[in-house]
Structure formats: structure tokens, C-alpha cells
């Protein structure tokens, strides 16, 4: 999980619930890993679902907007509404 050296590398300070915290140490531990390698391992997962799980969102509205059949519209509808609204 080592970064390039030609990457540019911003110093951030983030403040985590002890919790949290606790998690991210016991992960690095049993990886091996430093905890910030570790944060930015999740960082960088947690950005990419979101990416994934808003172009799933955009793809879904595309096809409710160019629906035409009602009852499609309807079913497009009622997952958009669970996308956006939660179950």
C-alpha cells in the first residue's frame, strides 16, 4: 500500500472517536501496517463506494427520466426513493 514518491502528500489532522481509533490501531496491528497507512487504505475505500454508489444513483435516474412504461416508471421510482431514502 506504499505511495509513489512523486505523489504529493498533504499533512491532514483528523480527529476520531476513541473508538474508531481503537479499530484503526487493531487493524494496523494485524496487518502490519502503520495507522496511517491503514486510514488511507479506508479513506480510499470509502471514496470509491461513494463514486460507485453515486453513479448508480445517476445511471438509475437516467433510466427512471427515459422510462416510458408506468409500471417501469413506478418500479424505477420506488428504487430511487430506497437509493436516496434508505429502506
Known sequence: ???PSTLKVVRQSVRLPNGVAKKVRFLAKRR????NSVLIGLVEEGLAAQERKEKALFELTERYRSATD???KA???DQ????????
Open 70 to 72: 408506468p409500471q417501469e
Open 80 to 87: 430511487l426513493g430506497r437509493m436516496v431514502f434508505g429502506e
Open 1 to 3: 500500500m506504499g505511495m
Open 75 to 77: 418500479l424505477l421510482g
Open 32 to 35: 502490519r501496517l502503520s495507522a
